[in-house]
């Protein structure tokens, strides 16, 4: 069975930064593109950033410039590296298939806040 492990979220002033990182099955790292997606509270699940099993990235207009997705193949792990975080970044993130395929994972909190 498919396992999507996220952690790295915690709480960070404006400004600060967070690594998140998603521990994958081998066979769903290999095979699909992987992302991050967010949920804050009241609103729907959106697609934060992704990245094809060929290395090729693309981000929400709002987090361009600021993240940075990417994978290590030979450990099957997903990353995001979140620079000058603003309160609107306030989520929990997921890991997954993009489209999404596996079970969701717990996801990690991410709040930003002074």
């Known amino acids: 069975q498919v396992q999507l492990v996220e952690s790295g979220g915690g709480l960070v002033q404006p400004g600060g930064s967070l690594r998140l990182s998603c521990a994958a099955s081998?066979?769903?790292?290999?095979?699909?593109?992987m992302a991050w997606y967010r949920q804050a509270p009241g609103k729907q699940r959106e697609l934060v950033a992704r990245?094809?099993?060929?290395?090729?990235?693309r981000y929400l207009d709002s987090v361009k410039g600021r993240f940075t997705i990417s994978r290590n193949s030979a450990n099957y792990t997903l990353y995001l590296q979140m620079n000058n975080l603003k309160p609107e970044d306030t989520a929990v993130y997921y890991c997954?298939?993009?489209?999404?395929?596996?079970?969701w994972g717990q996801g990690t909190q991410v709040t930003v806040s002074s």
């Open positions: 997954n298939t993009e489209p999404s395929k596996a079970n």
């Open positions: 990245i094809s099993a060929g290395g090729s990235t």
């Open positions: 081998g066979s769903i790292f290999r095979l699909y593109a």
